[in-house]
């Protein structure tokens, strides 16, 4: 069938929307119309890295209607109301375990280009476009395989639900799933954009004690405040490691970097107390850190956090009962304003873009 995607034909490239030919569903996938898709940062690296390879249909927090089920689909229906998100095996040692987000082979089927059978979907004249995240969700539809979809509570408006299956999620799944901080613990959270105050929203729900947010943006920093940080520092006018070590008396428990940025990384290891937990889920170079002073030495914890799917309708329940308005955080756009949205993410004027599709 012919669809309108935005294409992304080379490294650094704006997107063009164009048609291009989308096959039909194969067995144990689903046609999605696509109602919807958040803007990510990890699309942007995809376009100006190429950690995908090109051309390629971005996109990978699609919202949708499945249009159409291919043979072997018993969950779905036509009309279901679904998000998307990564692809996994599901049947590799750590997907049978309940550890899809880390699939032996992850980088495969989100960052390879393909489907999860290693064919395309996605062509345009006859050439191969590659699919990301086993999805390609900035297109007007999109082929995904039954795995990468959850159903979702029909009742709430679609359009907000997209960035549910990555950003979203990551930063209130690594705070309600993988630190679990305790009622009353400290917790700081670097980075306000959507995983950082997805995660304060969470810390709030647990009841922490202290939730300290770091960034470089006042405006975000007070959106933080509203949302239940309950200390904000600005990191290019404060000392963080000094300032919240005077605050907490030790350091904060529990930390989560959603920036990415080395020297960040590094004040979020040095501000935890001992035996303090630092989760990394910003997209991190390769970077240097003191192993004795700022991990070892103080019995520190440095992990990578992924955050899996089921978690999503957890989420919206939160949301419909106001303890997680993550529709603060969102700002829409039509799909042929896909190159502002970006630009708009960039410079910080938008936490969470999304595009409606149609």
Known sequence: MKI?????????????????????????????????TGVCHTDAVARDAAIAPLPAVLGHEGAGIIEDIGEGVTRFAKGDHVVLSFAHCGHCDNCLTGHPAVCETFNDLNFGG?????????SQDGEQLSTFFGQSSFGTFAVVHERNVVKVDPDVDLALLGPLGC????GAGTVLNKLKP????????????????????AAKIVGCKMIIVVDVNDSRLELAKELGATHAFNGLKTNVVEEIKKLTKCGN??????TGVPPVVRQCLQALRPLGVAAIVGVTPEMTIDVHNDLMAEGKTMMGVIVPNVFIPQLVEYYKAGLF??????????FDQINEAFEASKKGE???????VQ
């Open 253 to 258: 428990k529990y930390a989560i970097d959603t």
């Open 350 to 356: 938008a936490i969470k873009p999304i595009l409606r």
């Open 182 to 201: 305790e009622f009353g613990s400290t917790i700081a959270i670097y980075g306000a954009g959507a995983v950082g105050l997805s995660a304060v929203m």
């Open 4 to 36: 309108k995607a935005a294409v992304t034909h080379g490294q650094g490239q704006d997107f063009t929307l164009e048609e291009v030919d989308l096959a039909a569903a194969k067995a144990n996938e689903v046609l999605v119309k696509i109602v919807a």
């Open 325 to 334: 308005p993550f529709d603060k955080l969102v700002k829409f756009y039509d």
């Open 114 to 122: 393909v489907n999860d059978d290693y064919t395309h979907r996605l």
């Open 167 to 170: 950003g979203i999620q990551t």
